[in-house]
């Protein structure tokens, strides 16, 4: 949204240039999208100001979107080298996953010890507390 406004900001002080600087008196005849001809010192109707900033608008947006697509196109090709060693690098990561997930490891040990240690407890208090009922 910020660089909407930046821009528009921008296309007015373009169009109205011309006009706030009345040190260019002489003609200047350009064509414009519209098929008007702009000239300095002279105001113009608001509808043929309007239309002038939507064709403004419109080839601005159109030369944006060809930028970012040339942009795009340009990060994969300088990416695509480096694709084949991300993909060898994945696929080795996935087979010792598999591996991982395969066996028990740590984390099996460590719960049946802290499993064992928890029932172990319990039974003992239950011992003493059954001896020392008696």
């Given at each position: 949204m910020k660089s909407k406004l930046r821009l528009?900001?921008?296309?007015?002080?373009?169009?109205?240039?011309?006009?706030?600087?009345?040190?260019?008196?002489?003609?200047?005849?350009?064509?414009?999208?519209?098929g008007q001809l702009i000239e300095s010192g002279r105001s113009y109707e608001g509808t043929t100001v309007q239309e002038l900033l939507d064709a403004v608008w419109e080839e601005a947006a159109?030369?944006?979107?060809?930028?970012?697509?040339?942009?795009y196109k340009a990060g994969l090709l300088d990416s695509y080298p480096d694709a084949a060693y991300w993909q060898s690098l994945s696929k080795a990561m996935e087979a010792q996953a598999r591996i991982q997930a395969q066996s028990?490891?740590?984390?099996?040990?460590?719960?049946?010890?802290?499993?064992?240690?928890?029932?172990?407890?319990?039974?003992?208090?239950?011992?003493?507390?059954?001896?020392?009922?008696?």
């Open positions: 528009l900001a921008i296309l007015l002080l373009a169009v109205l240039a011309p006009r706030i600087s009345s040190a260019q008196e002489k003609v200047l005849s350009t064509s414009s999208p519209v159109a030369q944006i979107r060809a930028a970012y697509d040339e942009g028990p490891g740590w984390g099996v040990v460590l719960g049946v010890s802290g499993g064992s240690l928890v029932i172990g407890f319990a039974a003992g208090v239950v011992a003493c507390m059954y001896i020392g009922l008696r």
